[in-house]
């Protein structure tokens, strides 16, 4: 099928046919459609701006105003018809538009290009977005606090290596993922920052030849600044970099505390149980629980990694101005702002869910001798042991536990002796050796002592008010 080139916006000069190659790679509205809002948006700014330097009168505003919100209710209702001979948004909004008013909505394009058009959306859409997306995740944090001060007094396992290393108060891992998409949270913050500056008003590259006013845009449109330089206004994308980037990290760090979701609900570890509903079971294997939710946040993870490399590939190397690679940006956008969401969503209906097996992490604490080094800082400490000596003997009596299948807590005092004779003090002894004593040793700032921890979910509280 050939298209006339005669039913297109930028008809004009060519007369030859559009081969159907041309107009299906070329067009974004399959994508783009998700940008009406902002589209519109930006065309009745624009309007308004015509109406006050003269180009349109009040009757020619009023009609397209008008015009613009019954496009606008057609769109929300599904109502129009995508056509790929239309390319985009723009000429979707413009076309119907005259088929509604006619004449006046001929005049609308006065003044702008599509390149300050779609550089507008993409900057309102980045503004919403990232500003949905960061109280989101401040609203996870919360979640996360909520988890930590429930769990204060649970003794778990640290792991460095995945070996078990040494006690920690539950609370403590909880707010280190805290902490993390707190980041996140700001990250959002300066790419919302970033992408608050106007581009429209550039027009294909250089400026229009009229004498426009980019102020009054600037405040209809409500952004902080207007780029200084009308290249760089049509040609930047790293306000979408930026959004990629923040959603990236945010992926990265619910694929981890997924991974250990995925790990503590196993039946080696058993120390998580999630509730029913976000859990899914096995079409052929009637015991199985399995935790989809989690998987697939670690699995997301990689594709929202894919789409910022996709535009910093695609952006790479590309000479001032605009660049029709550039329309390669609406995937990767659209994509991770509705993927970061889904995975926000999953991510906190698990974290509110979780119900955690203590018996379970105290036995992983036994089992893993978690213990061993307060017992050997003990001997240093209260009996003046040199630490080469103290560390020699401890590990002789972790060897005599494995030997007879006890841990330090239930070795008897005939047996610890072998290992050292300071090891039969009792009272020396079932104190070292305690779990919840041991975390509550860790007293330097930012450590897993009770008060340490109370300090720091102060602080997460404190400077979750100041975020809002
Ligand atoms: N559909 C284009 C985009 O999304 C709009 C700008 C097209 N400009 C052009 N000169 N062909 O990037």
Not at 267 to 278: A, I, N, Q, W, Y
Not at 296 to 318: C, D, F, Y
Request: proline share 3%; with cysteine.
């Amino acid at each position: 099928m050939k298209h006339s080139s005669n039913d297109k916006l930028w008809q004009g000069r060519s007369s030859g046919d559009v081969a159907d190659i041309t107009v299906e790679i070329g067009q974004s509205i399959d994508l783009d459609i998700k940008l009406y809002r902002e589209d519109i948006q930006g065309s009745r700014a624009h309007a308004r701006m015509l109406q006050k330097i003269g180009v349109l009168d009040q009757a020619e505003l009023d009609q397209i105003l008008e015009g613009l919100s019954t496009v606008e209710g057609e769109i929300a209702a599904r109502q129009m018809p995508l056509r790929w001979d239309l390319e985009d948004i723009h000429t979707h909004v413009e076309n119907r538009l005259i088929e509604l008013i006619g004449e006046p909505a001929r005049k609308l394009h006065t003044a702008r290009s599509r390149n300050d058009q779609i550089a507008v959306d993409t900057h309102l859409y980045v503004k919403k977005k990232s500003q949905e997306l960061r109280f989101g995740i401040l609203d996870l944090c919360r979640d996360l606090l909520a988890q930590a001060e429930k769990n204060i007094d649970v003794t778990i396992p640290a792991y460095t290596h995945l070996q078990v290393a040494q006690p920690a108060r539950l609370a403590h891992p909880l707010m280190a993922h805290f902490w993390s998409f707190f980041r996140d949270a700001e990250r959002l913050a300066f790419a919302l920052d970033q992408a608050d500056r106007l581009p429209l008003g550039s027009g294909a590259c250089l400026g229009v030849n009229y004498d426009t006013d980019r102020e009054f845009l600037r405040q209809e449109l409500k952004f902080g600044s207007i780029y200084e330089n009308s290249m760089d206004a049509v040609a930047s994308r790293d306000h979408i970099l930026n959004f990629l980037y923040a959603t990236s990290v945010f992926a990265v760090h619910a694929s981890r505390i997924a991974e250990e979701i995925i790990l503590w609900c196993s039946v080696e570890f058993s120390f998580l149980k999630l509730p029913d509903s976000v859990t899914t079971g096995s079409s052929i294997m009637p015991q199985k629980k399995n935790p989809d939710l989690a998987e697939l946040i670690r699995g997301k993870a990689g594709r929202l990694n894919g789409n910022l490399i996709s535009l910093m590939t695609s952006v790479k190397g590309l000479p001032l101005a605009y660049n029709r690679d550039l329309q390669e940006d609406r995937q990767p956008l659209l994509d991770s702002a509705y993927q970061a969401e889904l995975i926000l969503k999953a991510l906190r209906a698990m974290v509110q869910g979780m119900e955690f097996q203590d018996q379970n992490m105290k036995s992983s604490l036994e089992k893993g001798y978690a213990t061993a080094t307060d017992l050997a800082d003990a001997l240093v400490w209260q009996k003046k042991i040199p630490f080469r000596e103290a560390h020699h003997a401890v590990g002789k009596l972790v060897a005599l536990c494995e030997e007879d299948g006890v841990p330090l807590t239930r070795v008897s005092a005939d047996r610890r002796s072998q290992a050292h004779p300071a090891f039969a003090d009792d009272d020396f002894y079932t104190n070292a050796v305690d779990p919840t004593t041991s975390a509550d040793r860790k007293v330097s700032q930012g450590g897993t002592a009770r008060f340490r921890i109370e300090e720091q979910m102060q602080e997460a509280h404190r400077k979750l008010e100041e975020a809002g």
